[in-house]
C-alpha cells in the first residue's frame, strides 16, 4: 500500500493531495493541468514537495518535517513517463535485458516480452529507431518486469492502436495485481478496462476518490449512451 500526502506549489498553482493507493488498479483522472502528472513525478522522487509525507511498503520515500527524502533510484518503483524514458544507446533487446537484471527471479524471458508485445523483429533496433507505439510498448515492459513496490504509468498507452492497447493491459492485470499500480489516463476506456480505485482532480486538488460512480463526475455517461444507441 502506498500513503501519499503532500502540498507542492508552482508559480501559478498550488497541487495537494492525500491518497491511498492500495494493491490493484488505481486510475487518476482529470483535465489537462489538473496535477496529475506532478502526483508521478513527486511519487517517484523527481519532483520535491514543498511539504509532505510518503511510505511505500512501510518505507518512508519522504518527510519533510523529519527531512527525509530517499532518491528516486532508491524507491524501486516501475515508472512509464508520457516521453518514453528509454536508454537511447541501447537497442530494445538491451533495454528488455537490463531491467530483467534488476529482477531477482525474472517471470519472463526477453523472447517471451518480445512476442507478448508484439516487438519481433525490432530487437536490434534503437529506441530513435522505432514508432512512438513501439517505444512505449519497451517502456512499459521496462516499468514492470524487475519486481517493482508499485507500477506508476502517466498516460501510458496513449500511442498504441486499440488492438495492441487491449492485449498489453490484459497482461498487465495478469502481473500486476498484487501490488499498487496507479495510472494517469484521459482515455476512459483505459479506466473502464483497468480501473478499480479513481481519482479525480481538478485544478491541483482531489476532487472525488471511489468507485466507477466516480467516472460519473468526469464524463456525461448518458451522452456516451446516446452516441452508442
Ligand atoms: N516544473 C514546473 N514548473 C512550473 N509549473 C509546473 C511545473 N510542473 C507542473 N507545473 C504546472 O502545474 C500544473 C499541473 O501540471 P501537471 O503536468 O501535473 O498536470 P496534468 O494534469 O498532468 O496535465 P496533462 O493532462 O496536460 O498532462 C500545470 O499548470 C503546470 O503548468
Known amino acids: ?15 495537494e493531495g492525500k491518497f491511498t493507493f492500495e494493491k490493484g488498479f488505481n486510475v487518476i483522472l482529470g483535465p489537462s493541468g489538473a496535477g496529475k502528472s506532478t502526483v508521478i513525478k513527486v511519487m517517484c522522487g523527481i519532483e520535491k514537495p514543498d511539504e509532505g509525507f510518503m511510505k511505500c511498503c512501510d518505507e518512508v520515500f519522504f518527510d ?24 537511447p544507446h541501447m537497442t530494445v533487446r538491451e533495454n528488455i535485458e537490463f531491467a530483467l537484471k534488476k529482477a531477482k527471479e525474472p517471470q519472463f524471458t526477453v523472447e517471451e516480452l518480445l512476442e507478448k508485445f508484439n516487438l519481433k523483429g525490432h530487437e536490434n533496433k534503437y529506441p530513435g529507431e522505432l514508432s512512438g507505439g513501439q517505444r512505449q510498448r519497451v517502456a512499459v515492459i521496462r516499468a514492470i518486469v524487475f519486481n517493482p513496490r508499485a507500477v506508476l504509468m502517466d498516460e501510458p498507452f496513449s500511442s498504441l492502436d486499440f488492438k495492441t492497447k487491449l492485449s498489453i493491459m490484459e497482461f498487465i492485470k495478469s502481473v500486476h495485481i498484487e501490488k499498487p499500480v496507479i495510472i494517469v489516463t484521459h482515455d476512459l476506456f483505459e479506466a473502464l478496462y483497468l480501473g478499480q480505485k479513481f481519482f479525480l482532480m481538478d485544478n491541483g486538488k482531489k476532487v472525488k476518490e471511489g468507485g466507477k460512480e466516480v467516472l460519473k463526475e468526469y464524463v456525461d455517461l448518458e451522452k456516451i449512451k446516446k452516441f452508442l444507441s
Open 1 to 15: 500500500m502506498i500513503f501519499l500526502s503532500f502540498k507542492k506549489s508552482f508559480k501559478n498553482i498550488t497541487i
Open 64 to 87: 519533510t518535517k523529519k527531512g527525509v527524502f530517499l532518491p528516486p533510484q532508491k524507491r524501486r518503483l516501475g515508472v512509464v513517463f508520457q516521453s518514453h524514458n528509454l536508454f
